[in-house]
């Protein structure tokens, strides 16, 4: 399983934009990537996923480097309950397991 | 109510007790996943399981079992449980054809 990385944790001011960068420099050509959110003492969340185009949702946007081997989760405008662990995940198109890293703790300042 | 329902929702187990964890989902999914959070670490996925007959390990399964007894319902078990087994556990669905996870809240387990 192709791995990623991020790092251990960002800082943001609320109400500004926040990008978290997330490397898979050993991506397969049919690994979606993934964004999943955990909230304290919340199972993780569905964040946004992408395959090579850049995507948006009422969450966030995803934005994909055209060789595939780096992705930046966008959260527009920061908000205090945007504060969570982000995970950036590659799931292949056979099997579809998630194997989660060690994500990026994300605090966000009033 | 929840999607995904896990019990017990917290559990305190003593070493070598056997313990089984819930997981029953009203989404309609077929596939179904267990997952262990240890504190301040990412989650290990360690079944899953795409339909009823079919039942897969994932990073870390040893020292655990699982039963899919219906496409609703995925429980793990811990044999003879011990310490270094306490953790917080997810149990997780997806759809065959959809690409959400969706996540249980989660079983707190500790072993003494």
């Known amino acids: 399983d192709a791995k990623t990385t991020q790092p251990n944790s960002m800082e943001s001011n609320e109400e500004e934009p926040v990008h978290l960068p997330c490397n898979h420099s050993?991506?397969?050509?049919?690994?979606?990537i993934h964004w999943y959110r955990q909230l304290p003492s919340q199972g993780p969340e569905y964040v946004i996923h992408?395959?090579?185009s850049n995507v948006n949702n009422r969450m966030a946007s995803l934005a994909i480097a055209e060789d595939r081997k780096s992705s930046t989760l966008i959260l527009h405008r920061a908000t205090l309950r945007d504060a969570a662990v982000y995970y950036c995940i590659l799931r292949g198109n056979q099997g579809g397991k998630l194997i989660f890293g060690q994500g990026t703790e994300l605090s966000v300042k009033p | 109510d929840a999607d995904v329902t896990q019990t017990p929702r917290n559990r305190i187990t003593k070493t070598g007790k056997r313990i089984m964890l819930e997981c029953s989902q009203t989404?309609?999914?077929?596939?179904m996943y267990w997952y262990r959070q240890d504190p301040g670490l990412g989650l290990r996925l360690i079944y899953y399981?795409?339909?009823?007959?079919?039942?897969n390990k994932g990073e870390i399964s040893d020292g655990y079992s699982v039963s899919r007894q219906a496409q609703a319902k995925f429980s793990l078990s811990l044999e003879s449980a011990i310490p270094n087994q306490t953790a917080l556990y997810f149990c997780a669905t997806r759809g065959a054809s959809g690409n959400t996870i969706y996540f249980g809240e989660g079983s707190w387990l500790t072993v003494v």
């Open positions: 992408g395959l090579t």
């Open positions: 399981s795409f339909d009823v007959k079919d039942i």
């Open positions: 989404k309609g999914h077929d596939r």
């Open positions: 050993t991506i397969s050509g049919t690994d979606y």
